[in-house]
């Protein structure tokens, strides 16, 4: 595996792997690689010839007061990981080769309709900068296939969303999402929490597990899942942010008729903030 840093040297080894006929393959990450990540460098290796891997801590998608800088870079051990996992080239740019001219007079991307609610109301302008940087790394790498987290749901349907709006010729494979033997969703965050915390953090996958069961025995009172399962997140000890539950597909509140429904929740344990979701499919009526 070769590590370049700057996009000249990005162009001339993809530029190469074309030449051989070779299938490209995007991971774009910010690093601090856990299993979650080296399981979708492994999909990307099954289903493309070059696997291309970024990792980018983006500035321009975290708001004031959150983790920039304390968001651990641990570039050792992410390329050794990179490397096991089948990964062909790792992208490693500086702050100033992706915004050389500052992030103020950046252009951006927007994404209306899925960008809107759940995180994107908890962290307004994340997802501008999500969109931004991936539509970047797109045109940088120009890969056939890229894949993403399904633990990140709404971000991959703002990237899904993304794609097919900007007619970009890329397919998007979503990868189910890694989880701890207890049930908590692999994260880089998961390192913030201290031992306590760690303990406490899978009972948000719990909550998630109860309304599920609740919808497919056939409850759908929806407010009185949410309620439930909010109380149980304060009784905790977590601080809820967003408990919702969508239409999977287009992501907007769910009606009593939907069959695909993800519920989706964010919430604080001290000061790190967690994401979980997780998708029911219902039998037809
Ligand atoms: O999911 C992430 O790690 C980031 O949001 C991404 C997609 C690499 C863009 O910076």
Known sequence: MTTVKTLR???????????????????????????????????????ADFVVASIFVNPLQFGAGEDLDKYPRTLAADQEKLLAAGCHLLFHPDVAEIYPHGMGDQTRVSVPGVSEGLCGASRPGHFEGVATVVTKLFNMVQPDLAVFGEKDYQQLAVIRALVQDLNMPIQIIGASTQRAEDGLALSSRNGYLN???RALAPMLYRGLQAIAEELRRGARDYQRLIGQAQAQQKDAGFQPDYLEIRNAVNLRPAQVDDRHLVILTAAHLGSTRLIDNLVVELPGQ
């Open 9 to 47: 040297e990005l162009r001339a080894a993809i530029a190469q792997a074309r030449a051989e006929g070779k299938q490209i393959g995007l991971v774009p990450t910010m690093g601090n690689l856990h299993a979650g990540h080296v399981s979708l460098v492994e999909i990307a290796a099954q289903r």
């Open 195 to 197: 031992a306590e915390q």
